[in-house]
């Protein structure tokens, strides 16, 4: 069976240029993860933070 | 005296995880732990800290390990914000795993407990997490088939669906918070589910903004990844001259920031769009670039790929000698790397161009012009013919394989 030329055009034009291999290449381009942190210094800091903002606002207050 | 010792390891390797060394940071770590601590709150955080580098390092199943551990320990000493943070990275690296179920119920965890605390920060990095996961299912089950964007099954649009909403749910919040940042990488992660979903106007208006956004922080390697994406995006609304321009700004960045991967892969997109351009000496040109790039990563699935383009470019400008070469050399290596699918294609390409390459000499060619289509093409020895003629005569020599056995 003969196929109409336009057809047969249009089929050819999809084999030369399958969408689908193009696709394979397309690499989409992510964003980073975000991990949640933890440090060492969390601990200690949150310990003697609360002390030493105490002291320099109330020697501010006092100047 | 031991007690300082676990806390000076863990501060050097806290000390060079953050200058970028991770490998030299784990070991810190795992010697911090040997020597141990009855402070469970340091031991938590270095733990987590040893979870991340081996995330960094990738090499996920340690990470998951020490993530356990972690939240293990925080949920021990009922440290309810280390407990979310401990859910979160062990979310994450679930979904590096591809445990797309528990990974979602480690990120909801995540998001449960930030709400609760009323930890708008956290909250937001959730919601992020979440979207990130629903994106990489949606994406792993969708690659199982050979679908382009936008014709999807159900299960896969529902979880792209899902990563959007909470894209969009991050947005509002950090939009609130004037992060920026995290509003460039929501953008991004957004405008890859748009593409995916095959709203291809909606994922170049998110890849605008995250441009944009990678521009005010002077990101290059953001900037460069929304160049590709908006490509990708453009290729699919058929704007194919845009695209082009979008991947010369790619491989532009790529050149500046000497990452010769990228540089490849920009090349064959380009490749491919001027392929689409029907611009064939040009795809030739960049399919060469790739090619070399390929050769020098020794990446044999890239050559393979280079190789198959190639094929395909000479043929449509009718030049079946470079396009045997690359044919039998895509054969060659789909062979190698045990490529099943590519050595099939490949096979089918060399008997095609055997043929056309055959009848080419021949000038007897009668029995073409019963077609009507091709008389004028092969009235020469070694006719030069117009691209779309030669695939033609190609085809219709595939529709007739009995008839063409006959001719010889």
Not at chain 1, 56 to 62: A, L, P, Q, V, Y
Not at chain 2, 21 to 28: E, N
Request: proline share 1%; aromatic share 8%; hydrophobic share 35%.
């Amino acid at each position: 069976s003969q196929l109409l030329p336009g057809r047969q055009a249009a089929d050819l034009q999809s084999k030369v240029v399958p969408s689908k291999q193009i696709l394979h290449s397309d690499n989409m381009e992510m964003e980073p993860e975000t991990m949640e942190t933890k440090s060492v210094t969390d601990y200690f800091s949150k310990l003697h933070m609360g002390s030493l903002v105490y002291s320099c606002t109330s020697k501010r207050k006092n100047k | 005296r031991m007690e300082a010792s676990c806390l000076e390891l863990a501060l050097e390797g806290e000390r060079l995880c953050k200058a970028g060394d991770c490998r030299a940071g784990v070991s810190f770590f795992e010697a911090a732990v040997q020597v141990g601590t009855e402070d469970l709150k340091t031991l938590s955080a270095i733990y987590s800290q040893l979870g991340n580098a081996y995330f960094y390092l990738h090499e996920y199943a340690k990470a998951l390990e020490y993530h356990h551990h972690d939240l293990t320990l925080a949920r021990t000493i009922g440290d309810l914000l280390g407990e979310a943070k401990a859910s979160g990275n062990l979310g994450n690296t679930l979904k590096v795993l591809g445990n797309f179920e528990e990974a979602i119920v480690c990120c909801q965890r995540h998001l449960d407990i930030s709400r609760e605390l009323n930890d708008k920060v956290g909250e937001a990095r959730a919601l992020y997490n979440l979207g990130n996961v629903y994106h990489s299912k949606g994406k792993n089950v969708a690659s199982a088939g050979t679908h382009d964007p936008g014709e999807l099954p159900d299960d896969v649009k529902n979880a792209l669906q899902k990563a959007a909403n909470y894209y969009e749910e991050n947005l509002t919040i950090v939009t609130e918070l004037g992060d920026r940042a995290a509003q460039g990488r929501a953008f991004g992660n957004l405008g890859n589910t748009h593409y995916l979903l095959g709203n291809f106007r909606s994922a170049v208006l998110a890849h605008e903004q995250r441009l944009l956004i990678a521009k005010e922080f002077g990101d290059r390697s953001a900037e460069r990844r929304a160049y590709s994406n908006l490509g990708n995006a453009h290729i699919f609304l058929g704007e194919f001259e845009t695209a082009s321009e979008y991947y010369k700004r790619t491989l532009q960045l790529a050149r500046q920031l000497k990452d010769r991967a990228v540089e490849a892969q920009a090349c064959y997109s380009l490749g491919n769009t001027y392929t689409l351009l029907q611009d064939y000496e040009k795809a030739i040109d960049y399919h060469l670039k790739h090619l070399v790039i390929a050769q020098e990563l020794n990446d044999k699935i890239g050559e393979g790929r280079a190789c198959w383009s190639l094929g395909n470019a000479y043929t449509a400008l009718g030049n079946h000698d470079q396009a045997m070469h690359f044919a039998e050399r895509h054969l060659e290596i789909s062979r190698e790397v045990g490529d099943k699918s590519g050595e099939l294609t490949a096979r089918l390409n060399v008997s095609d161009l055997q043929m056309v390459l055959g009848l080419s000499y021949s000038t007897n060619t009668s029995m073409m012009s019963e077609s009507h289509m091709v008389d004028k093409t092969l009235n020469g020895t070694r006719p030069r013919v117009g691209r779309r003629h030669s695939m033609e005569n190609m085809e219709l020599m595939k529709l007739t394989p009995e008839k063409v056995q006959n001719w010889n």
